[in-house]
T-cell receptor, first 115, second 112 residues
Framework: DSGVTQTPKHLITATGQRVTLRCSPR?????VYWYQQSLDQGLQFLIQ???????AKGNILERFSAQQFPDLHSELNLSSLELGDSALYFC??????????????FGPGTRLTVL | AQSVSQHNHHVILSEAASLELGCNYS??????LFWYVQYPGQHLQLLLK??????LVKGIKGFEAEFIKSKFSFNLRKPSVQWSDTAEYFC??????????FGTGTRLQVFP
């Protein structure tokens, strides 16, 4: 158990819908990262937040957005869902990004299925 | 741009065999290197990491990896695998940004 929690574990929804994935970082960690794991794209970085502010952006679609709240939990919002958005969405957290020894610890993931 | 190559997509071994999984990266600057493991149906777990110092890094469960800067490689090794090592293994690099760049993964199957 990494200490990173994600809810829900599974989500099944229809095309065109909107969902919200939630992540709570390890106690004390200030940064949250979102990754998408799919069969065709592998593991890809989506977005990073540090202490409530967006710090880095990867291959995140405009239909997707995220935020980090004052209590440091984060939510990833996926809208206008398409079949191709079906994937495993991982959240990771780390203490101090930019620190040479910083390490990301991953949560159990949310499996999203779009029908 | 940073990238990571894992040349072995699927490896099948018998228990007690030795393991070496290849990982090469492309990035000219200082890198941090990681190996993560994903057991069936589970999340990514950190096996080991390299930041600086001794290029031979020891991780959990008897795994080790060697950073060879001249070859841009960070191969994962284990002298004797067990059935419980069946999993997918991901090499990742972090350069001058905080994001991890992952390889495509190597699926390891160990048969008793």
């Amino acid at each position: 158990d990494s200490g990173v929690t994600q809810t829900p574990k599974h989500l099944i929804t229809a095309t065109g819908q909107r969902v919200t994935l939630r992540c709570s970082p390890r106690s004390g960690d200030l940064s949250v990262y979102w990754y998408q794991q799919s069969l065709d794209q592998g593991l890809q970085f989506l977005i990073q937040y540090y202490n409530g502010e967006e710090r880095a952006k990867g291959n995140i679609l405009e239909r997707f957005s995220a935020q980090q709240f004052p209590d440091l939990h984060s939510e990833l919002n996926l809208s206008s869902l398409e079949l191709g958005d079906s994937a495993l969405y991982f959240c990771a957290s780390s203490l101090l990004p930019g620190l040479a020894t910083d390490t990301q610890y991953f949560g159990p993931g949310t499996r999203l299925t779009v029908l | 741009a940073q990238s990571v190559s894992q040349h072995n997509h699927h490896v099948i071994l018998s228990e007690a065999a030795s393991l070496e999984l290849g990982c090469n990266y492309s990035y000219g600057g200082t890198v941090n290197l990681f190996w993560y493991v994903q057991y069936p149906g589970q999340h990514l777990q950190l096996l080991l990491k390299y930041f600086s110092g001794d290029p031979l890094v020891k991780g959990i469960k008897g795994f080790e990896a060697e950073f060879i800067k001249s070859k841009f490689s960070f191969n994962l090794r284990k002298p004797s695998v067990q059935w419980s090592d069946t999993a997918e293994y991901f090499c990742a690099v972090m350069g001058n940004t905080d994001k991890l760049i992952f390889g495509t993964g190597t699926r390891l199957q160990v048969f008793p």
